[in-house]
């Protein structure tokens, strides 16, 4: 594992969206991972930066959400298919019809899951995964106890997501309970993950993530089984690392 220290969240998405053009350029079609919440924003940023400047080509990319609210339509600004238009799709050369997130309204949850596991084998896997971090430790919706071998599956939320998830909602009541998530076993079997963190608030998790025991109780924990990790986090993010990374 490799854990990369920089100072703002802005240089944070540069180095990690670096790490994913200089492996875009080795592949087509590549299978790029992406993930929702407020960090990858500024990654999201520097990707469409880079495509702007005809540096990264996206039109032959396949990407794969690690995740969606149950229950919320795709058209619904908290929905994470709006969201990822919103923050990258429409800014960027890809062509929607290649970029997957699960149906949060699909009838049939568990055949859905099954399928978004065989569609992501079928193109050949994922190549980077972008991964954010819960303050609880959570990767996608694979909140502490979830099993390191899951797969997509339909998901419980837990009080400390529901809360940290509240601020984008106009009522606590209005935060959906259930989502569908990529497992932690799916994460695991993508070729190279990178996770970006910042803010005070992830200081605990970060440090149990990267230099705790393994275990289901910080789900982020179990990618120290992964050859290769990187963490893209900032200062403040890193305070609780007790080793020189
Ligand atoms: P955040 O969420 O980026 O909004 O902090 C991260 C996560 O819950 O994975």
Not at 84 to 107: R, S, W, Y
Not at 171 to 186: F, K, L, N, Y
Not at 206 to 211: C, D, F, P, V
């Amino acid at each position: 594992m490799q854990v990369k220290i920089v100072k703002t969240k802005e240089e944070m998405g540069q180095v990690a969206a670096m790490l994913i053009a200089e492996d875009m350029a080795k592949k087509s079609p590549y299978v790029l991972g992406l993930a929702t919440g407020s960090t990858p924003v500024p990654l999201y940023e520097a990707l469409i930066k880079l495509n702007k400047a005809g540096k990264l080509d996206f039109s032959t990319t396949i990407t794969f959400n690690l995740d969606e609210y149950v229950g919320v339509k795709p058209t619904h600004d908290q929905s994470y298919r709006y969201f990822m238009n919103e923050k990258l799709f429409d800014h960027i050369n890809i062509n929607k019809k290649n970029t997957f997130v699960p149906d949060g309204m699909a009838k049939d949850i568990d055949a859905h899951c099954a399928k978004y596991e065989a569609m992501i084998r079928g193109v050949g896997g994922v190549d980077y995964q972008v991964l954010g971090i819960g303050s609880n430790g959570h990767i996608g919706f694979n909140e502490p106890g979830s099993s390191i071998g899951s797969l997509t599956r339909m998901v419980k939320l837990t009080a400390n997501t529901i809360k940290d998830n509240s601020r984008f909602f106009k009522r606590a009541q209005d935060v959906p309970t259930r989502a569908i998530s990529m497992g932690i076993g799916t994460v695991l079997r993508c070729k190279k993950i990178v996770l970006v963190a910042n803010g005070a608030n992830k200081v605990d998790c970060l440090a149990k993530a990267i230099e705790g025991p393994i275990t289901a109780t910080v789900p982020a924990s179990a990618l120290q089984l992964h050859p290769g990790v990187t963490f893209v986090i900032t200062e403040d993010a890193a305070a609780g690392l007790k080793l020189e990374w």
